[in-house]
């Protein structure tokens, strides 16, 4: 990369698309330097926008774009250099894969003696070896992909823009692209903004996740904690997890946080100040089910908590199951196999149990 | 039958010979129509390519008088032409009437509302993303323009076989403002028209068939270059 990676923020973001349509209001958003923002949000969320705002592409009706903490627009061409982006269609132009990967370098004046080993290089780089002389029309949809991430890798930008670059890929040539982009983005050190609705996608590239809803931020932060914990209706509905319970820090002992939601007690890890109030929420693959009066195994799980089965819906190859634990909404995935077993079923008493470590909250009620 | 025959027969020996000197009446239809062509292409693609990208205040008027130009009687563009020209109109001063340069500046107002649709038209279907993602690589808007430009490459090789096609076969508006001056301003449609008025049939079909020629070939052309743009693409 030509010198070391920048943080690109936003502040105060707005843009009207029509008289009377859509519109985006963003207060903040930033991409840490070196690392991988995923800005995640259904179809119409207003990701793309947000991604040409802070991309230079567009022009805001109001706010402002900061790269490295200075402030850009649309007309700082030193700024836009900085950046190059890949959209969801590879958008190749007519002529040849190399005509396409040095078309950046070209508009940089590159002499071609320098063009053409940067350009075998890039190639090289998304696994396109020798494609250079090709028509850029004859490749595959994943290998116009990979030539349009070469396109914008070749230019060594301290500030990458994916706009769902894999969305119109099959699911097999998804997968393996997902992997491949987060080696590359990762090997490359640069700060990126990744745009999708694809969730698994987003947790395999991103360090940090903004979710976006009607041209709004809903939550934003470090991957984990977003995916982790929802804190409304809408981001569990969108997250495909249950919405985040209220509690109470009622003690703090050693790191171990005692937390009360209605009647009941949920252990987690952290050090918040005592009387402090949280959202928290257990990830579904963390919550184990069991049967009542079933001795339960050797583990350090400190919640074990009686629950109900309030529904149950198939969920890929597993169940996922939403449950009732004296007023504290739970989910759990489980096996099909073990559902049978324990007869999962709407109604069902069981036991769920989960460790201090699972529980993800933070402060704000 | 017969009429024809006797004018193909006559064509020809007129051509073999080299008595009839149709070469001065040829290079004259050419150099007049492809410098209006060239005027045209030259205002058109800016202007039609600004019109294809750009939204603005009146934008679908400017379409409107562009596509509403290419229906544009060619007499029409003559009398207009002529009268600004002639001794009591704005331009009198410039003594043009009747000369070449009166003749290319009709042409070019013909050819150039087509050259402006087509290039408009061609343009605005290049997807707008494509052009984000040139201006996302660093490119200059100069440089944005001349990678849509070369995305419409066929819609521009269209442009330019409508706009020779369409002053090239025009006769109204030059016979208007030309005068068909022998050895000045006498281009292939006004000395058909001449000949044929004389009853000099062979000599009106030579000339017709030269002008059929120069057509095809330049459409020869024109195709060969946007069938192998297509086979590239699609290699």
Redesign the interface.
């Known amino acids: 990369m030509s010198g070391a990676p920048v943080s690109l923020a936003g502040e105060g973001l707005r843009r009207r698309l029509g008289k009377a349509g859509f519109e985006l209001v963003v207060d903040r958003i930033e991409a840490p330097a070196g690392e991988t923002l995923a800005i995640l949000g259904p179809s119409g969320s207003g990701k793309t926008t947000l991604l040409?705002l802070l991309?230079l592409?567009a022009r805001p009706d109001a706010g402002r774009v900061l790269l490295g903490g200075s402030p850009v627009d649309t007309r700082n061409?030193a700024a836009?250099?900085q950046?190059?982006?890949v959209?969801q269609?590879p958008?190749l132009?007519?002529?040849s894969v190399a005509g396409n990967v040095e078309?950046?370098l070209v508009?940089?004046g590159i002499s071609r003696r320098e063009r053409e080993p940067r350009v075998a290089a890039a190639l090289e780089r998304v696994g396109l070896a020798g494609y250079g002389s090709?028509?850029a029309?004859?490749l595959s949809g994943g290998e116009a992909q990979r030539v349009s991430l070469a396109?914008?890798l070749i230019?060594e930008p301290k500030v990458l823009?994916l706009d769902e670059p894999l969305a119109s890929l099959d699911r097999l040539l998804k997968r393996q692209l997902t992997r491949d982009f987060a080696t590359i983005l990762g090997e490359a050190g640069v700060t990126v903004i990744y745009v999708t609705h694809d969730q698994d996608e987003a947790l395999v590239v991103a360090q940090q996740i903004a979710v976006m809803n009607e041209g709004r931020l809903v939550s934003s932060g470090p991957a984990e904690d977003i995916m982790g914990l929802a804190p409304d209706a809408w981001s569990a509905n969108f997250l495909g997890i249950e919405s985040a319970s209220t509690g109470l820090v009622s003690g703090v002992d050693a790191g171990l946080v005692e937390l009360i939601s209605g009647v009941t007690t949920i252990y987690a890890v952290g050090n918040p100040a005592v009387g402090a109030d949280v959202l928290f929420s257990v990830h579904p693959e963390d919550v184990l089910l069991f049967e009542p009066g079933t001795e339960l195994p050797l583990t350090t799980a400190r919640n074990r908590l009686p629950v109900r089965v309030l529904s149950v819906e198939p969920r890929g190859s597993s169940l996922y199951a939403t449950l009732d634990a004296n007023g504290v909404g739970l989910a759990a995935s489980v096996s099909r196999a073990a559902a049978a077993e324990l007869r999962v079923v709407p109604g069902a008493e069981l036991l769920a149990v989960f460790k201090a470590t699972a529980v993800r909250w933070r402060l704000g009620a | 039958m017969g009429i024809y025959v006797d004018a193909l027969r006559e064509g020809w020996e007129l051509l073999s010979s080299g008595t009839f000197d149709i070469w001065a009446i040829i290079l004259t239809s050419l150099r007049v129509s492809g410098a209006a062509t060239m005027i045209a292409l030259l205002i058109g693609i800016p202007i039609g390519l600004v019109v294809g990208l750009k939204r603005f205040v009146g934008r679908g008027v400017a379409l409107l008088v562009f596509n509403s130009g290419m229906g544009m009687p060619p007499v029409f563009v003559g009398l207009i032409v002529a009268m600004a020209l002639s001794r009591r109109g704005p331009f009198g001063d410039l003594s043009l009437l009747y000369s070449q340069t009166a003749m290319v500046i009709a042409q070019v107002i013909i050819a150039s509302p087509i050259v402006m649709a087509i290039t408009a038209a061609s343009v605005s279907a290049v997807?707008r993303?494509?052009r984000?993602?040139?201006?996302?690589?660093?490119?200059?808007s100069w440089?944005v323009a001349l990678?849509t430009l070369?995305?419409a490459r066929m819609g521009l090789i269209a442009a330019v076989a409508a706009g020779f096609g369409s002053v090239i076969s025009e006769v109204g508006a030059v016979q208007m403002v030309g005068g068909n001056l022998e050895g000045e301003t006498r281009v292939m449609t006004t000395a058909i028209v001449q000949y044929t008025r004389m009853g000099r049939y062979g000599y009106a079909l030579s000339l017709a068939l030269v002008l059929m020629a120069i057509v095809i070939m330049v459409n020869i052309v024109l195709t060969t270059m946007q069938t192998s743009?297509q086979r590239?693409?699609?290699?």
Request: proline share 2%.
């Open positions: 040409e991309g592409l061409r836009r250099l950046m190059a982006a959209f269609r958008y132009f007519k002529g078309y950046g508009a940089r090709r028509s029309l004859e396109r914008a230019l823009l | 997807p993303a494509l984000l993602q040139a201006k996302s690589l660093g490119a200059q440089r990678l070369r995305e743009a590239w693409e699609k290699q």
